[in-house]
């Protein structure tokens, strides 16, 4: 009897019914994009590895998907390495490819490979899917959809006030209340140094990333693995657990780090977020909370996530700024 055919595990098939629904959500999102003037790009499926190798931080670069070489991908292989058997070092040999994480890296790979024809700012849109090598759970899968809307080529935090618009429009139009939230690398950054630890960022924005899943205490304890000091853990504790007003928290923060100019930086940089959102009205609420780091390296500045209220699932919408990103590829700004 044949076997009953199967699909990997993390991916789905979509029937009429869920293409329908699916279509709508892209078409409505789409809408709105091209309303605060968005313009569509797509990019490969696969990039090189040297692409995106190095940009997600440890974590992602290890959910990369590699694609094994063409033909004999053995043959650069001596046995010697084959059997000293070190993952990382023979994933080069084999591998010169990869299935794209996210569209950020490959739309800044774009922009610079592509700045002759652009004219900035470039305010691009991109719906696309996406590959990780994640453990599939309810709500994680391996290959899913991403609808990103970017800015390249101007610093003025009025992006960061109109994304947040792009995400108040499309989830009233959703008819999905939502919570935004806001926060700042810099101000994450700027926390670091008060808790004199301020080599330790990268681990300290990972571990308190997780907070909405496992909690302050389970987040405190792996700082304690990671040898955050006891003295540092007690500093940071009442601010991740800080409630009030988003005003209240600012006013707060404010006296914490008045010893860290890239943290006021942040401070300064939220407070005007907030201030002109409020000015310019919106349907749903958004709260400063300082506990929200978003993983991901490259980002180095504003950093939001979106919650819905009414149905319990993780995030439905993240993002920040990354200034430095074009770098990487020989661009810089």
């Known amino acids: 009897m044949a076997q ?3 699909i990997p595990k993390g991916t789905r098939d979509f029937g009429p019914v869920e293409m329908a629904k699916r279509n709508y959500i892209f078409n409505t999102i789409r809408e709105v994009y091209a309303r605060y003037g968005f313009q569509q790009i797509e990019t490969p499926a696969m990039e090189t590895l040297q692409t995106l190798m190095g940009k997600y931080g440890e974590e992602g670069d290890k959910l990369l998907f590699k694609i094994l070489n063409s033909g004999d991908y053995l043959k650069k292989i001596s046995d010697e390495e084959l059997l000293a058997r070190q993952p990382i070092h023979l994933a080069t040999l084999l591998a010169e490819k990869g299935l794209r994480y996210d569209l950020t890296v490959p739309f800044a790979r774009y922009v610079v490979q592509h700045r002759e024809e652009l004219q900035l700012p470039f305010k691009r849109y991109q719906i696309q899917p996406v590959w990780r090598a994640d453990r599939p759970q309810k709500g994680r899968y391996r290959e899913f959809y991403q609808c990103d809307a970017d800015v390249v080529g101007s610093d003025s935090l009025l992006n960061e006030v109109e994304l947040i618009q792009i995400i108040d429009t499309v989830f009233t139009k959703f008819g999905i209340r939502v919570q935004i939230k806001i926060n700042n690398r810099k101000i994450l950054t700027g926390i670091a140094e008060l808790i004199d630890e301020a080599e330790r960022i ?4 990972v ?10 205490e ?3 304890e792996e700082l304690q693995a990671l040898g955050i000091s006891d003295s540092a853990i007690n500093k940071l504790r009442p601010i991740l657990m800080l409630t009030g007003s988003n005003e209240e928290k600012l006013e707060t923060m404010e006296g914490l780090l008045q010893v860290s100019e890239i943290g006021k930086k942040g ?6 977020i907030l201030d002109t959102l409020k000015a310019v009205g919106l349907k749903n609420e958004v709260q400063l909370d300082l506990s929200l780091a978003r993983g991901l390296n490259y980002y180095t500045g504003a950093i939001f996530e979106v ?3 009414d149905t319990p699932m993780g995030s439905i919408t993240g993002g920040g700024r990354y200034d430095n990103l074009t770098g ?5 700004g």
């Open 218 to 220: 389970k987040v405190i």
């Open 267 to 272: 401070l300064d940089e939220t407070r005007f």
């Open 4 to 6: 009953k055919p199967s």
């Open 307 to 309: 919650k819905a209220l």
């Open 202 to 205: 990268t681990d300290i924005t």
């Open 328 to 332: 990487i590829f020989g661009m810089r």
């Open 207 to 216: 571990a308190i990333d997780k907070i909405e899943k496992i909690g302050v």
